[in-house]
């Protein structure tokens, strides 16, 4: 059978990818497997296969952009100059093979996680971006970053397909898409989930699981849990299974990011962030003198401070862009931090009414991040108008990190617009207090004549 | 000297407005002095007077809308039937007298509580009212109801000017001011601290205790804190003083409506809130069954479950409307478990695109109370469309209560549109997973032109 | 061939709907015609057929709701008392049939005309309603006014889909299938230009003559126009053919309900337009003193006298739902006069602030209705508090109607909030100046605050 | 007597300013007097002072940014080489003196048209603003532009004051001193019509001429109207007098910019507009080949066109920043015809929902442009986005300017969004219609979930 061209497939590793791989393969494409690493130090943790799998020429083709990662090959300790610690315990890299041998024609492993957390964290947290009022977006600001790439990567090696393993419910496959479509329109989307020859052919895990025995593909031996999660360097979501029922509370096991508030340590953590440009470049320990000062770093080093402290967890029912409700509970806790210290020193910094006009467009934000349009001629205009907003954003905020909530201690500004002389109770500074009379008296001028009207009306 | 008339004074008992009290009296008005409670079971912890003040013919004036009330007089023991525990502790009522003798022509004493709660904060939980994205807007929303009742008396009484303390750098003075014009422009407000003969005369505390001497007030003998508080029903603020620096810290000992939530109990208060058009009418602790279906009595209850577990602490910097900049530190124990509770069901009930409108009216409402403007044709016209949108806001959320935190475990509705078969991962329903890729395509066609006309502009 | 059920079309008596009419009953379903009629007094203008054409048992099927259409059937004269003129000129009614004989099993004349002023315009005119800011969305009004009766008529008959002649790229399909999903969401619709073994056989128009030309269905006579029109009660647009190139000007002779401005009198006709709750109640024509008063009746002569001026006519590109731009050529006569009005009188009676926001939502309203989301929880929430907000926009305006404008002259309202005395330049009434130079001052605070910013970040 | 200072007044040569500025002299102030010029070819007709009036050392201080005006001073012909026409007939420059002599210390002339035109008409143009849906503005653009000259000057010459003959009930005076507090905080502004020396004086025209004759100051002529007039390149509004009835109609004679439509000539002129980043940069009579590239001269030349065709009159009434209604009569020749021209070019070439948030952005501008804040932190932001928006708004829009109306007849561009093969409806294109089935189907979902709770609810 001649080859339809070829595909990349943005592979996870699990059970579900790992299927649609094959099947892809049967279906007559050339696959191309692109497995993402916006998580640093947790890459391969799903991939769970046996040593004992081949895998072809995956060197040859391994894109990398960071110095500790050129040179990796199946066999090698796999531990990255850059990240230090167990990044790569895992290895060799162990990929599924059809028992008749070479699955893959080739392999890309694209360590995303700095891109994940300038390009597309840091807007957000300058956004101060929440959905419907609480959701910090962490799976939705993943998605471009992922699809990006691998558009990138079907380019680059001529691909005219993508395919992913979202299904046909979700907000995923549309965020994966639209990003695919507006990068490069002529690409084609393989969306398994939506083709009733996949959905029809496996509608359930056992299929999964049989068709996987069936080609030699590894099947995680660890228990399912009843819900399902996705991870990321910012968030981890938990949803459907028993999750489905809205009444039903998390079980207490379900959490992995962050640990029980209650049993939390007892003191808390005090750090102070540091500000320019409504981004954090500065993370401090007070205690113990603790400092990061690079992007990921001090992401990652906020990730492990707030998940010690249980920071970041909500349960909630939000509304799909496809029009259904679902629930969800996720942990944020680096996000969770960072969007308190950021909202914090706006507010020192931001002028009232610029502040109010940027809410509105942070609004707008979250809205179009939630439904996949970051690729999009408005997005990318809010987020210039935001990153413009953010100019002056820049101090110390202190915050108390303690049983799951982050308080503000206090915040200090080159560029506060705070002014404490005129503010003060005890000192009159510059200011009229009489200016005070007419200003309320021309406010009131408005609602006098509506009082009048009433009256008039009344008396009728 | 002949009258200038009748002033109704909102009188705190505190030293400010008791001297501005006799100081009114000095400039030749009757001064009617009207005690509001809006705070049942701490009406008057705060005038400290002694006994031996002399009070002339209270009784015959004093207003009451329950039944408690209806006959106090002095001496009374002034334990209300309504609100069992030592609500009157402090009878026989003592009011500032001059050295002469009768100070007062008359008090009112006006309990406002259940209309606090019923009329001003259920719509704020209703709007989901945050200013600035952080302050439950518990002082702004007191202002209206106090003010409004103070019009009320001087409409009743034939007085034609009303006084208050409220400094002139403040909001208060405006949402004072803005209410009494808004329900009667012919009303004249005596503002003393925007006066230059008042703010001249008394340039600090110890003119104004020197004062109090000579005119035998009495002179709170608890030392003063350095820093300001207002406290209400809904919430207490703390600023001026040492809060002025932004930088500084809260000292530990400020807070007094929350237990530290590092000393909070170790185990969690389950709650169960019930909500219909998107108020609370009901609340049950899960553990031990207590139910409170009043509103002030399960708002009361709430503070009481929110406060012992550290709940509803902020700091921050807000932005006032004469336009500078505040800190204030806040506690609002009930309002933010309603915040939380109340979000969670009307976002399990509420239609997507209804929600998103009712955001934007809720952020307007916002603003609308902290500036003063909740009479105003514009607040009932927002308040008006909230209301609407709540009509099926109805259902049960389960809360934890911990630690300074709040936790939403789960929800129930007979209103809700979440559907559990459609949603489902394992069941298909009647969902069409085709339909999703025609959506994103469409979704996808902009965007496509968008990446179209970027090219030729590039390709130039 | 047993019956797939039946079918209610949406039928204009146009080439592309009695095809469709003949298709269907050829793929198997009986078919339920619906004529529409929102616009009185052209009812049947369009379907232009052969009076030898069969048609069985269409009286006893006839819906009606005007007491003049009741007794309608084959032969009628078909005069209705209700519209004077030439109503049913063309009656006896005929309707293509197959050359064998009994096509319709049903036919279904509504006139909506009253309902589609009343419950859809109305409503458009309170909202001030433009569509990116020029269309007054006079096909979008009619979409769902069309849809819902048709849904009306399927739910009595018993049928199970609903079709339509809507084409594949355009609002209308969004609009009516949105419309009856939202009513009858277990309602199936047919929409033949979007299935392939719909459109692959009729590739163009030919393709339509010739299967008319097989199956004995009348072919209209006049030639058609090298663009399409669809037309109702309160506008007519012009589309597609020479009009796709955006640069070619409209031909002259293209417009057919204004008169050429050039070619208008030279004289204005005045008119006094009363408005109750935002709706007009009553149009005067000074000059002659002709009155109208009920809806349909006055949209009608508003219709006749901004036709005779030239009111109303404008050429956009817009926005289409899909994500399509399109150009479109519209006439609005009465729409555009009533448009300026009721700007007028809302001005000069609704406070600053209420209108403000109703402006917003007057925005979202445009919107919904041309995405055809008039029947949707969004629309009907704006549409109550759109209402909610002309209570008391009431008063009468006067304008000027000549050479394709309006100009409003003057305006006089009980319900007034103009205050000519407080606004006078001569007369200082209780106004007083000093007032202003606190509000000035006050306003001025916080950008002296932000100059004070800038010129420390400046000093750096 | 010693003298308090320097005050730099916007002097317009009009009876009031005439009297404030020798009323500032009698209080004790050395007098700049500041002629704006944003009027080019009409820069003194207000002034209208005999030639014998004595003007002292005139030459010396004019400052002048136009290489024509450097050497301007009494006696001089002053015809500018940069505006040809009779620019400067009424020179020799004669200023009111007083009768002792030297009146003046200063007088500057400044000829602002030119950056009144690029630095706030044009962003005015980009941002569609329109006040209330129908204001474009004339009078709010132009006060910030004269005042920041004004500042300008005082800060050259050390004045610490600058004053203006605006009336305390209306915007102006906001306009001019928040412009001159946000750029020179520490200014302090006089505001003779504000402060009761002076408006108790002065109590209508008669104490105006009584003094002014006293004085010297030589008195207007021509009988004054019965309403006021202000003007400016861009527009010129008619208010107070006769029109405070917001009844009557406007006289016949009033308008001077515009020709009376219905005297306006019987043939359109043409005209084909240029854009480039949202802003006109060629204007050509398609007749009879007239061009104009430079802002000032194309803005001229629309003026001349529109006033010709009697373009850009309206009547309406509007809220004022301080409260209150008020009835103005505008015209708005060049401006109008851009307004339409402009939002014609936005809308084929900028993004739909990019153009939706620009909307937003564009309502929030024309409210801070109308209540004075121009140079305000949001209204910099907000310019700053708005231009972002503008960057691929280019084309050229045809138009035909007739009987008081604006045609919109064809637009081009190499930057269009429009895409002709997509939108046809003979071709397919790209297109697939069944992806609108999706499409429709998925925003269906949400509709049918809510109908199904209706359904739930009625059941009940």
């Not at 390009?119 to 799976?139: C, N, V």
């Not at 699809?147 to 397909?161: L, S």
Request: glycine share 8%; proline share 6%.
């Amino acid at each position: 059978m001649s080859s339809k061209g070829s595909v990349v497939l943005a592979y996870s590793g699990g059970l579900d990818t790992s299927c649609i791989l094959v099947w892809l393969k049967e279906q007559g494409y050339d696959v191309i497997a692109y497995l993402v690493r916006e998580r640093p130090r947790c890459l391969l943790v799903s991939v769970c296969l046996p040593a004992s799998a081949q895998v072809a020429s995956l060197s040859a083709h391994c894109y990398s952009f960071k110095p500790g990662f050129s040179s990796l090959k199946p066999g090698d300790g796999g531990v990255s100059a850059e990240a230090p610690g167990a990044l790569y315990a895992s290895w060799p890299l162990s990929l599924p093979t059809s028992s008749s041998g070479f699955l893959f024609p080739q392999v890309f492993i694209e360590d995303v996680s700095r891109e994940f957390v300038e390009e597309f964290i840091w807007p957000a947290i300058q956004s101060s971006a929440l959905y419907e009022d609480r959701y910090l977006l962490g799976t939705s600001l993943a998605r471009p970053c992922i699809a990006r790439k691998q558009v990138e990567i079907a380019q680059r090696e001529g691909a005219k397909y993508v395919s992913h393993g979202a299904t046909g419910k979700g907000n995923d496959q549309v965020r994966f898409e639209l990003t695919c479509y507006s990068l490069a329109p002529q690409i084609k989307v393989i969306a398994p989930w939506r083709m009733p020859e996949f959905y029809n052919r496996f509608k359930g895990r056992n299929d999964l699981m049989e068709y996987a025995k069936q080609h030699g593909i590894p099947i995680p031996v660890t228990p399912k849990n009843p819900w399902s999660m996705d991870e990321n360097l910012m968030h981890i979501s938990y949803e459907a299974g028993i999750l489905e029922n809205p009444k039903n509370q998390a079980p207490p096991g379900l959490y992995t990011k962050t640990q029980d508030p209650a049993k939390a340590p007892n003191t808390p953590d005090i750090l102070e962030i540091e500000f320019r440009k409504g981004v954090p470049v500065k993370v401090t320990n007070v205690k113990d003198g603790t400092t990061h000062q690079t992007s990921l770093e001090l992401f990652m080093y906020l990730n492990e401070v707030a998940g010690k402290h249980g920071v970041g967890r909500i349960d909630i029912v939000e509304n799909r862009f496809i029009g259904m409700k679902s629930r969800g509970i996720y942990e944020t806790p680096a996000g969770t931090i960072l969007y308190h210290a950021h909202l914090d020193i706006e507010a020192f910094t931001m002028d009232r009414e610029v502040r109010k006009i940027k809410q509105g467009l942070g609004l707008k934000f979250a809205e179009l991040v939630y439904t996949g349009f970051w690729h999009s001629p408005e997005c990318e205009f809010v987020r210039h108008c935001i990153a413009k907003s953010q100019e002056r954003v820049e101090g110390k905020v202190q915050v108390s990190v303690l049983k799951g909530q982050v308080y503000i201690l206090g915040r200090e500004s080159p560029l506060s617009l705070y002014n404490e002389e005129l503010v003060s109770m005890n000192v009159q500074g510059d200011y009229e207090p009489i200016d005070a009379t007419g200003f309320i008296n021309i406010n009131s001028l408005r609602l006098k004549e509506y009082h009048r009207l009433q009256s008039k009306v009344t008396a009728k």
